[in-house]
């Protein structure tokens, strides 16, 4: 026997059993964002990699390290996408958007990062996103977080914070950066090997360190928001004093930064407590640099990017702690309407388009086609979790009837014509809770 084949290390299947809490997360995600007013934006997987260099930075680790870059046989550079936004401002200056006023857009999808895999961090991963363009007030940014907000508690997401920062202008980020290279020069020996590197390239990201020695360190070091200018204090405050009127709670994190030049003003993280190390399940804030360091005309915008597997990880604990809640409502699994019973070569023929039928005015009916004995095949049907049976043997295709049964509930069986389908939808429509799938009923 040939050796078998297996995926790539950091690349995962979403099998059958994992796929219906997906699904159930994009579609309440969608209804959100069609509330919201945002329309869909879909990007392609490739993309030069100019677009990120220029649009995410070479000094980040993103760019630096974690690319999946390569030559096409064309011989231009070409890199999966690591992130959305970079693609999503493309696509607007390229086709021409930003002059048909702001566009609130959102997007899902998979990216792309070679980086070490472990619980919550893969090398293809999958986002929701969203990024408003044109839009500059604070009252803007509000609006976007309160959407991850809303978004994450209506999935009953529990234990979550909201951290906030601001990182001001690009001038009072020059200034501050000035302040703390001066006062890191000074303890440059107690910095981590990364940290030290960043501190020629990118000082800003070594506040994000993760390492634990320098995280402590730097809990003496200068803050970005001493430096803020008046201006841009006050435009924080205001975000601060919009989150309070709408009563979203929130910690103040003056580590909190995206460590590029065209990132300012409002930085935000969604952080559970149920992650450990990969604690940040969504992230995002303002880029009013980004649109021009893209090529096109100078463009206020905010936006944030979800992680869906750390996403579905806090879902998962979250069902498994409270099994009547929300989250718990989403994890359940499929049960049909109707489990189709039958036996017999004529019998499977009629199943077969009683099935087709049945499926085409909305009730879910599993088909067992198994051509099994009939106790076998009831057995299945009891453990479907369907709430009728129906059976066609070779008794019933003669008569070309079909018999019905409850199996929830205690009931008479009755018989109905084959070729009455609608009367068999009217009895079905008696348990109508079954009927639509949770995502039609949002
Ligand atoms: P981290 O510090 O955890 O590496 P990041 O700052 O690189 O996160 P962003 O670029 O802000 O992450 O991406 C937004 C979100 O996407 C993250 O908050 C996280 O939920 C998710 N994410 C990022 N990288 C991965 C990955 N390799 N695997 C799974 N999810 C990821
Ligand atoms: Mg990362």
Known sequence: MSQQLQSLRGMVDLLPGKTRLWRAVESVARAHFQRSGL???????????????????????????????????????????PEG????????????????????????????????????RQRQFHQIGVECLGVSSARSDVEVIVLA???????????????INSLGTLED?????????????DRVDQLDTDSQQRLSTNP???????????QILLADAPTLVEALSQESAKRFETVQVLLNQLAIPFQFNSRLVRGLD???????????????????????????GLVQQLGGASTPAVGWALGMERLILVLEAEAAANPDGAAARLTATRVPDLYLVNRGD??????????????????????????????????????SGAAWAAVIGEEEAQARQVRIKPLLKAGEEQRFELNDPAAVVAVLQTTAQNYLCPEDQR
């Not at 907000?149 to 951290?163: F, H, I, K």
């Not at 499977?348 to 004995?373: H, I, T, Y």
């Open 149 to 163: 907000w809303d978004l994450l508690r209506d999935l009953g997401v529990s234990g979550l914070e909201l951290q």
């Open 204 to 214: 800003l990201r070594i506040l994000d360190s993760k390492n634990p020695s320098t």
């Open 346 to 383: 004529q019998a499977e023929a009629l199943a077969l388009r009683l099935a087709r039928q049945l499926r085409a005015a909305g009730v879910s009916v599993e088909l067992d086609g198994s051509s099994a004995a009939f106790a076998k095949q009831f057995k299945r049907a009891n453990r």
């Open 39 to 81: 329309d869909e934006i879909r990007t392609p997987l490739l993309e030069p990699t100019e677009l990120f260099n220029r649009g995410i930075g070479e000094a980040t680790d993103v760019v630096g390290k974690e690319m999946y870059t390569f030559a096409d046989r064309g011989d231009r550079s070409c890199s999966l996408r």
């Open 85 to 120: 936004t970079a693609s999503v401002v493309r696509s607007a200056i390229e086709h021409g958007l930003l002059s048909q006023g702001a566009q609130k857009l959102w997007y899902a999808g998979p990216m792309f990062r070679y980086e070490r895999p472990q619980a919550g």
């Open 173 to 185: 980020r020059q200034r501050y950066r000035q302040q703390l290279v001066t006062w890191l020069e």
């Open 262 to 288: 065209y990132y300012g003003h409002t930085a935000f993280e969604i952080v559970s407590d149920q992650l450990g190390a990969q604690a940040t399940v969504c992230g995002g804030g303002r880029y009013d």
